[in-house]
């Protein structure tokens, strides 16, 4: 059984620092693991996947600013927010599939999902 858990929101000011975690079991290794966000009123948005390549993906707003991690030790992959803005303030949830290059920035490429963890940044 396939099971994400997102730890890590909350609260911080602009300018400010975040780590989120997504501990993800029942996953074979070919899996990659991502983070997307959804604002109120917004849609679900990519934010990060790191590929079982170890490669990674960012979106270009998060670039220089985000870096997505796998931690082994305690089967995570962790999502290192810094110089967060307002516009980050979002549900962030963490999200499993077999992705390829051409989709792995859509949600509809992952089926498997976490309850998502709030990060609110104020300005």
């Known amino acids: 059984q396939v099971q994400l858990v997102e730890s890590g929101g909350g609260l911080v000011q602009a300018g400010g620092s975040l780590r989120l975690s997504c501990a993800a079991s029942?996953?074979?290794?070919?899996?990659?693991l991502g983070w997307f966000r959804q604002a109120p009123g917004k849609e679900r948005e990519f934010v990060a996947v790191l590929r079982p390549n170890n490669a990674k993906y960012y979106a270009d707003s998060v670039k220089e600013r985000f870096t997505i991690s796998r931690d082994s030790a305690k089967n995570t992959v962790d999502l290192q927010m810094n110089s967060l803005k307002f516009e980050d303030t979002g549900l962030y949830y963490c999200?499993?599939?077999?992705?390829?290059?051409?989709?792995?920035?859509?949600?509809?490429?992952?089926?498997?999902w976490g309850q998502g963890t709030q990060v609110t940044v104020s300005s």
């Open positions: 029942g996953l074979s290794r070919d899996y990659a």
């Open positions: 999200a499993a599939g077999r992705i390829i290059v051409s989709t792995m920035k859509r949600s509809e490429a992952y089926p498997y």
